[in-house]
């Protein structure tokens, strides 16, 4: 049963803090994409890898968010400094195609709660 | 200004009562509009793609209908187990980027 796994699942920090999250994607997926859910914004895309090269990133503050895939297994999404504003669930999505939604999978996210 | 909105925020329904949800975009190139469901604790979860107005779709109890300016989820008897958050999202090509604008759901409830 192939699926996304994000960790960690759940992260309390204080303000100022790094915080890192990690996602492994489905074996065979050449796509990343990393959104953010809040209650007031909803689902927004953060960024998006293709083939583990960055081809969006223009959802992601880039003063203190980074994404990198180091290697075709593992994705990150590092914030640092960490503020309460960034309070909200990380999601990883992984797919065939960023042309191609439905074939995006979405693991569990992370809850981020910044103090 | 919202591209995608989508409405009722929230719905009440007993099993067995069908009813529509509603989801309207203003997006000039639409590459294709997407359904999902997510439970709590969960990612979304994929349930529908329509890509032109009057196309349909169906999958059990769900069945997705697109217009020029909207698209309708219907829930046709609707059981508990239905009780989600509903998400539609448009998908446009922006400078080379396919980009997702998601509106932020209805939150489906239906009662025994």
């Known amino acids: 049963d192939a699926r996304v796994t994000q960790t960690p699942r759940h992260k309390v920090t204080e303000m100022g803090q790094e915080v890192t999250m990690r996602c492994q994607p489905i074996?065979?997926?050449?796509?990343v994409f990393w959104y953010r859910q809040t209650m007031m914004q909803g689902l927004e895309l953060l960024a998006y890898?293709?083939?583990?090269?960055?081809?969006?990133d223009s959802g992601m503050p880039k003063d203190r968010f980074s994404a990198e895939m180091p290697d075709a297994t593992l994705a990150t999404l590092k914030i640092q400094p960490s503020e309460p504003r960034d309070s909200a669930v990380y999601f990883c999505?992984?797919?065939?195609?960023?042309?191609?939604?439905?074939?995006?999978?979405f693991g569990p996210g992370t809850r981020l709660l910044v103090l | 200004e919202d591209q995608v909105t989508q409405s009722p925020e929230a719905l009440r329904l007993q099993e067995g009562e069908s009813s529509s949800l509603n989801c309207s975009y203003t997006v000039s190139g639409l590459r294709g509009l997407f359904w999902y469901r997510q439970d709590p604790g969960k990612g979304p979860e994929f349930l529908f793609t329509?890509?032109?107005a009057g196309e349909e779709k169906e999958k059990e109890r769900l069945k997705a209908t697109l217009t020029k300016k909207e698209s309708f989820l219907h829930i046709t008897a609707p059981k508990p187990e239905d009780s989600a958050t509903y998400l539609c999202a448009v998908q446009e090509l922006s400078g080379g980027s396919y980009i997702p604008t998601f509106g932020r759901g209805t939150s489906l409830i239906v009662h025994p």
């Open positions: 890898f293709r083939n583990r090269a960055p081809l969006d």
């Open positions: 999505a992984s797919g065939l195609d960023p042309a191609r939604m439905e074939t995006q999978y």
């Open positions: 074996l065979g997926h050449n796509t």
């Open positions: 329509l890509y032109s």
